[in-house]
């Protein structure tokens, strides 16, 4: 099975400071890879995605991810935090292997400090 | 385009009771998915539906099930509640099953005293 893991439960970063949020999946295929954020009482909304192509990924609100086959990891970015970034992160990867079932990491935190 | 609505947005039941949950998923998407959402076990799979048919299905006991209905709407039940069934319960459609990005509703914040 699948498994997907988010370093760090808690980021806390400086406006305007750097915004990285860890992503590795465990997979010998390839899967689909996915990453969402989650304000408080809402439900997830996509941030972007990694199917085929180009590896680095643009999404929005100025956040990007890179898939390193390599290194099996698909971390999330943005050079300038704002404080409406403030939320929970999650990493999610669709299997191709088991129906394309999504399994998603078990979340990172983002505080941004004023 | 309406995104994905789910009913009610809050439940309050009692231990043994049974609840139903329901989601009408994106205009035109046919596949639904369903997930528990705990702040200890974060977001866990519960099923997929694709066409009224069960696609997919998580590791959970038999007292969750669900059912998609031919309007591609869905409904899961929980009977014989327990206080561990606290929980987010969140939908998500998407056009396809599997690869496909998913599209959440806002959820059902369930409580179980």
């Known amino acids: 099975a699948q498994s997907v893991t988010q370093l760090g439960s808690h980021v806390s970063v400086s406006e305007g400071a750097l915004v990285l949020l860890r992503c590795n999946y465990s997979?010998?295929?390839?899967?689909?890879l996915f990453w969402y954020v989650q304000y408080p009482n809402q439900g997830l909304q996509l941030l972007l995605k990694?199917?085929?192509?180009?590896?680095l990924v643009k999404g929005i609100n100025g956040f990007e991810a890179e898939f390193k086959k390599s290194e099996t990891s698909f971390h999330l970015t943005k050079p300038s935090a704002h404080m409406s970034d403030a939320a929970e992160y999650f990493c999610?990867?669709?299997?191709?292997?088991?129906?394309?079932?999504?399994?998603f990491g078990t979340g990172t935190s983002l505080t941004v400090i004023p | 385009k309406a995104g994905v609505t789910q009913t009610p947005r809050y439940l309050i039941k009692t231990r043994g009771q049974q609840v139903t949950l329901s989601c009408s998923p994106i205009?035109?998407?046919?596949?639904v998915s369903w997930y528990q959402q705990t702040p200890g076990q974060g977001l866990q799979f519960l099923f997929e539906?694709?066409?009224?048919?069960?696609?997919n299905k998580g590791n959970f006991p038999g007292r969750f099930s669900g059912r998609q209905f031919s309007n591609s709407r869905s409904e899961m039940n929980v009977s014989t509640l327990e206080l561990g069934d606290s929980a987010l319960y969140l939908c998500?459609?998407?056009?396809?099953?599997?690869?496909?990005?998913?599209?959440f509703g806002p959820g059902t914040r369930l409580t179980v005293t």
């Open positions: 990694y199917t085929t192509g180009a590896t």
């Open positions: 997979s010998s295929v390839p899967p689909y």
């Open positions: 999610a990867v669709s299997d191709p292997g088991t129906g394309n079932q999504f399994y």
């Open positions: 539906y694709f066409s009224e048919t069960q696609r």
């Open positions: 998500a459609s998407s056009s396809l099953p599997g690869a496909y990005e998913q599209y």
């Open positions: 205009s035109g998407h046919r596949s």
